[in-house]
């Protein structure tokens, strides 16, 4: 068995983070506001998005004119803001980071194709920090990216014009940025005021003496995707990661009512929190469970399956069906443009090896206890218990699990998954699981007997 190293990812990633920051900084700055961030633990004050949203820019417009020759995206702002424009490869995208804007443009803008730009989607990466991500139809290559000033009564206009390029001048043009990116580091480090989210977000490290004092066990809730990544999405134009969110919150406020565990939230509100970020925020954290809530989808066509599932972590996903979502799943951080050009490393170590085994009885046991109390609460799958290699659920030493409430795609589960009462009782079913999750894990001195079980 190995062990996926994540931290070069999570450097990466937090990179990324921080020179986004650097590039919102200055026009943050200049309307006299800072972007806090927000701590993740439940108990802090909620924030107040009508405050916030009013303070930044708002984008009201958007189009994308051209053929496959030559490209335009235009977006209409209500004042000039700073922005940065680089490529990404694998998939191949052009990424546009700029400070946080409002965007009040029409659903389901950015998924019709045009010219060069297969697809676009824009939102929150970050307090202070909004980013549009266009996947290319073929390689492409940024010919300028401006804002113009308003003019003769004419909105505010952040333009980037691409021209199709070959694969190689692409590639060319990706890596001059990345060796941009790391040289850039150290200097945006020592210079930012403002942490970052995933900096602000993921909590001491493994040995820090921040969190002693508070002894009960932490249980970490991770509603997935968020901001620019909206997940799946009902044909009625509800969100997965609103959906989740919500579920997220009243399942926090249930655990935290009984004052027995300390609940982190791996995002709280409406950002985009990279995978790897997430497994970090349960490890240092030192979570004693870790479950990550999304709400699946099926495309067009494709069956109409319904009901809940729990996902435990396996090499080898328990059906076709698993493989396809822990697949949909793992690409959160494509979709919000984070680069990933280093490959994890792989470590062999024997007590890793053994701690994962431990921490794999323990996910599977909660799990199966999971299960059993969604039972008759709320609707599962016919299959509900399954296994995939979901990134999120890769810490070594954290039991996971991934519950995917049930199919946004299906009209009977997007009825029940947006309704308070259902959300309610099967909060309170989950709540129950991890209630006795920790119970058996008090009175059991043992060593776990499912530790050579399989799953
Ligand atoms: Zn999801």
Redesign the pocket.
């Known amino acids: 068995m190995t062990f996926h190293v994540n931290h070069r990812l999570v450097c990466a990633a937090v990179a990324g983070w921080a020179l986004l920051s650097a590039a919102a900084l200055p026009a943050v700055a200049q309307s006299g506001e800072k972007a806090e961030p927000r701590p993740s633990v439940a108990s802090s004050s909620p924030a107040s998005p009508a405050v916030a949203a009013s303070a930044h820019p708002v984008a009201t417009e958007v189009r994308v004119a051209g053929d496959d020759k030559k490209t335009r995206f235009i977006l209409e702002l209500d004042r000039k803001i700073d922005l940065r424009a680089f490529p990404l490869a694998n998939p191949n995208r052009i990424v546009i980071d700029i400070p946080q804007v409002t965007f009040q443009l029409p659903a389901g803008v950015g998924e019709a194709s045009r010219g060069l730009v297969k697809a676009f989607r824009y939102g929150l990466v970050m307090p202070g920090g909004s980013r549009i991500v266009m996947d290319l139809k073929r390689p492409a290559k940024i010919d300028k990216a401006y804002v113009l000033a308003a003019e003769n009564g004419q909105a505010p206009k952040l333009i980037v014009e691409l021209s199709a390029t070959d694969r190689a001048t692409f590639m060319q043009a990706v890596s001059a940025e990345n060796r941009k990116s790391l040289a850039a580091e150290p200097a945006t480090v020592a210079t930012a005021t403002v942490p970052t989210k995933a900096e602000a977000n993921v909590g001491p490290e493994p040995d820090g003496k921040a969190e002693t004092e508070d002894t009960r066990p932490v249980v970490v809730i991770d509603p997935?995707?968020g901001g620019i990544d909206h997940?799946?999405q009902a044909q009625s134009g509800e969100n997965?990661k609103t959906i989740v969110l919500d579920f997220a919150k009243a399942l926090r406020d249930r655990i935290e009512k009984g004052g027995k565990y300390r609940v982190v939230m791996t995002r709280d509100d409406d950002t985009f929190v990279p995978l790897a970020q997430r497994v970090k925020i349960a490890r240092n954290h030192k979570a004693a469970l870790f479950v990550s809530i999304?709400?699946d989808a099926l495309p067009r066509g494709e069956g109409d399956a319904q009901g809940a599932t729990v996902y435990t972590l396996s090499d080898t996903a328990s059906d076709a069906e698993a493989a396809k979502l822990a697949e949909a799943?793992n690409k959160a951080d494509l979709i919000a443009g984070i680069n990933l050009t280093e490959e994890p490393v792989e470590v062999a170590d024997i007590l890793i090896d053994l701690t994962r085994r431990e921490t794999k009885a323990f996910s599977n046991r909660f799990a199966r206890s999971l299960v059993r109390e969604m039972k008759g609460i709320a609707r599962l799958h016919k299959n509900p218990l399954k296994s995939a290699g979901f990134v999120v659920l890769k810490a070594p030493d954290v039991p996971s699990v991934l519950l995917e409430l049930g199919y946004v795609s299906n009209k009977a589960d997007l009825q029940l998954l947006v309704s308070e009462s259902w959300r309610s009782r099967t909060v309170g079913s989950v709540a129950q699981a991890v209630e006795l999750f920790f119970g058996k894990r008090v009175v059991s001195a043992e060593p776990p007997k499912e530790a050579s079980e399989q799953p």
């Open positions: 997935g995707h997940g799946t997965e999304h709400a799943e």
